[in-house]
């Protein structure tokens, strides 16, 4: 093996080299301006413990602080780096303002008719004794009971895109907490809130949002929405005061059979779907809503989307349910989340510094999606390197997000030497001030 000293490198290897220090710094100065408007309001110190955090989720893949000092390369033990950081995640709350930046960022660049994805998700910790405020949780993938805390989050979906919007965990045994719908409007209003160009934004969610109180949020703050209701909910017909179970409206209504795109097993398919709608309300709103059926071969049974979007015909019908079918981008997005940044080997034992740890790294997630879907002469040679460096075969759609982050990885991995956030700078009196140490003239 023929080892190079830096000075005398091939003269490839050198612009190699310097190609990769311009990137360093490049992703250096992104967590730095980012971390100035989440810690605005925070001192020096504060913008500098955001700035490592922040690169260091970046660097390692990891929510381990363990992990995390690593990529820090500060020169003292381990041991002193993550105390450091552990005092820090305790000493502050920055969920609100991590939230507040990130949706002000993205609402300035959303589209007119964007589309909202909302959604629930857990974080298991099935080995956890002594961590603060533990929820006996229902993990929706392995159909079982465990120990765990909640998270809700929001993106902006397309067919190939998600872009993190809003992100919090929370438990219910908190003191804090007060219901899941609290949790939910609250991000819904900080979105309505930095919504300054007043786009049409159309809310799509799963059954857990299949809540009147929701419903009329929705209508207070003027929001289109596509729910998937429960087919036992009751349902009235226009013109009818009879309440019906939501799985018998499919009889009420002719069905129209066209090819269209399922999800099935996490693969998109084009199949053959029968699309029914009807038009009604739920007994307790006076707001009458579109109940659309789609049936499948591959469904288990028929889905049923309620929306207030205007519903015409069978085509403009499987349009709100193509809508619909974009809600899997949040999906993708947490299952990201746990591969890619080892959310659930989170290892802080006190629950506003899980909280923090969290928030920043839905903050280095949406780091991550500024580099895959801005455009710019910038990013693009910042995304195209990274993606170089990555080596994996797929590069399309959320796959993306995998190639950055790896990529991330293995630059960072080369840095020998401390990265310095936000230096402090001593202030030097000039000659002429009163402050100033006269000199006394040599002897001689």
Known sequence: MVLYHKADLPQKAKVQHHMEDAIISEVKDRVKRFSKKIGKEKSLPGKRFISEM???????????????????????????????????????????????????????????????????????????????????????????????????????????????????????????????????????????????????????????????????????????????????????????????????????????????????????????????????????????????????????EPMYLMTNIRVENHQSAYRVYAKYLKRWGIETMYRLMKEKFNLEDMRVLRYKRMRNLFSLMMGSLYLVSKIVYTVGNKTDFLQKQLIRKAKRLRKDGTFLYYSIIDGLKQLVARLDKKLIFFEHVYWSPPAYSLFAKIREPKNG
């Open 54 to 300: 922040l690169f260091g989720i970046l660097g390692s893949g990891d929510t381990k602080l363990t992990s995390i000092g690593r990529v820090l390369k500060e020169p003292i033990a381990i041991q002193q780096t993550v105390k450091r950081l552990s005092r820090n995640l305790a000493d502050i709350d920055i969920t609100n303002e991590v939230n507040r930046t990130m949706v002000s960022e993205r609402m300035s660049s959303l589209e007119p008719e964007a589309i909202i994805a909302i959604d629930g998700s857990d974080i298991r910790k099935p080995y956890a004794e002594s961590m603060e405020h533990l929820y006996d949780i229902h993990d929706g993938s392995r159909h079982e009971r465990g120990k765990g805390y909640l998270m809700f989050c929001m993106a902006s979906v397309g067919k190939e895109t998600v872009k993190p919007l809003y992100g919090e965990m929370y438990s219910t045994t908190a003191p804090e907490y007060r219901s899941s719908y609290d949790i939910t409007t609250r991000g819904l209003d900080m979105l309505v809130e930095q919504n300054k160009e007043r786009n049409q934004l159309t809310i799509v969610a799963d059954r857990g949002y299949d809540d009147e109180k929701l419903y009329r949020y929705y209508q207070d703050k003027g929001l289109r929405f596509i729910t998937r209701i429960r087919r036992d909910r009751n349902f009235m017909l226009s013109g009818s005061q009879i309440n019906r179970k939501v799985d018998t409206l499919y009889g009420y209504t002719k069905s129209r059979k066209m090819q269209g795109e399922v999800i099935h097993e996490g693969r998109v398919k084009e199949v053959q779907l029968s699309v029914a709608m009807v038009r009604g309300r739920i007994s307790n709103l006076s707001t009458e809503y579109t109940v659309i059926v789609i049936k499948s071969r591959l469904f288990q």
